[in-house]
């Protein structure tokens, strides 16, 4: 059973005249029982999908669902 499936998530900070692309098209499905953990280099967007699958932030584009 999916806990919280990620279709296609964007996230895109404007910045006066520049737009910061932080998060482009992430597919991820979390499954019930499963350990997930999300690593990369500093501003990969790894807080930016935490608050949006903690539902702190709502994504520029995408959905994200939850319970299956």
């Known amino acids: ?7 296609d998530v964007r ?3 404007q910045t006066g005249e520049v737009a910061v692309e932080a998060l482009k098209g992430i597919d991820v499905e979390i ?3 499963t350990f997930v953990s999300f690593i990369g280099p500093s501003g990969s967007g ?3 999908l ?3 699958i903690g ?10 669902l939850f319970g299956g």
């Open 46 to 48: 790894k807080t930016t």
């Open 11 to 13: 996230k895109v900070y």
């Open 55 to 64: 539902c702190l932030d709502k994504p520029t584009s995408g959905r994200i």
């Open 1 to 7: 059973m999916s806990l919280a499936k990620l279709e």
């Open 50 to 52: 935490l608050n949006l």
């Open 31 to 33: 499954n019930k029982g």
